[in-house]
């Protein structure tokens, strides 16, 4: 296992390109676009730092997880730890400790993953929501779709299921964790996909994030595969994007300069370069269908390479 900190300079992070899928091992990258700071937890949480750590906004941490690891991802929010690694959270709390070797209470977003040949990937909200989080395969060969929640729940979180700490909703709790019935929850008589249905909560989180796991017997559809890829874990990473259009607006501007011959002295490895730096942005971002747009104002520079990358599968070759 390796892992390192930095800063992103609110714009992103890079993922060497230079790195291919491998059998053996998977590399996740977990960075956080949210205006707080998180604590994210993994269970089991060996290869990540012992199962939890700090991400102050633009932070990101990178590790190494063998192919058979199976486990969940989440962000632990309000968390107050001391020196010795004990504290408690507002949301998303597995004890105690900073480390977690357990679950974490509910309500939290979960990415959850079982690394096989191919692996197996998604975002669930069945045990409620309370942080955006986005999953992205990178190098990876199949399907390999995005899944997760942008939208943030909190705002529109039905009274009835808001969790509340100084009177902010803090998250949004799932039905079956508010009201413990047997429909709600999936068991009993219910405990089978013939009877369990959607319920009006479960269809309000389906709608706001319709690639998430709504309940426990959700469209299959939900869950993702993808062969020897790496992955990007991503808390809010719509506020990312629209950082990146403003900045992707000023660069537009200064390529077309250089097309136009503006700025002579401006080398063509360079205008590639910065062309190179944008397909990473939306390659974490998981908004591929902007990047043609926004190609199509560097027909001179990389348009072609622009239209086999989207049309691949956002591969690297």
Not at 36 to 57: C, I, S
């Amino acid at each position: 296992m390796f892992s390192h900190k930095h800063e992103t300079l609110k714009l992103g992070f890079l993922v060497s390109p230079g790195q291919k899928p491998c059998e053996c091992a998977r590399v996740f990258t977990i960075v956080n676009y949210c205006k707080e700071t998180l604590w994210p937890a993994v269970t089991p949480g060996e290869k990540f730092d012992g199962g939890g750590f700090v991400l102050k906004p633009g932070q990101s941490e990178v590790f190494t997880a063998p192919v058979s690891w199976s486990g969940r991802i989440w962000a632990r929010t309000g968390c107050k730890f001391d020196q010795n690694g004990k504290g408690q959270c507002q949301t998303g709390s597995c004890g105690d400790t900073l480390k977690c070797g357990a679950s974490g209470k509910t309500p939290a977003s979960l990415a959850e993953f079982t690394l096989a040949q191919p692996d197996f990937y998604d975002v669930s909200l069945v045990d409620g929501f309370n942080v955006p989080i986005a999953v992205r395969p990178i190098n990876g060969k199949g399907n390999c779709s995005s899944a997760g929640c942008d939208s943030d729940l909190r705002t529109t979180c039905p009274n009835e299921l808001a969790l509340k700490a100084n009177g902010k909703t803090v998250g949004c709790r799932s039905a079956c964790d508010v009201f413990n019935t047997d429909e709600y929850c999936c068991r009993g008589l219910y405990g089978n996909p013939s009877t369990c249905k959607p319920t009006f909560y479960s269809k309000k989180f389906k709608e706001a994030c319709p690639t998430s796991y709504s309940y426990a017997y959700d469209d299959p559809t939900s869950i993702f595969t993808c062969s020897g890829t790496d992955y990007v874990i991503a808390f809010c990473s719509s506020r990312f994007i629209h950082f990146l259009f403003l900045f992707l607006f000023q660069i537009s501007i200064y390529l077309i300069l250089i097309q136009t011959s503006y700025f002579s002295n401006v080398s063509q490895s360079y205008s590639t370069s910065v062309v190179f730096f944008l397909k990473l942005c939306f390659l974490t971002s998981g908004n591929d269908k902007y990047a043609l747009t926004i190609a199509t104002s560097f027909t001179a520079v990389d348009h072609k390479g622009w239209s086999r990358w989207l049309e691949g599968g956002a591969s690297w070759s």
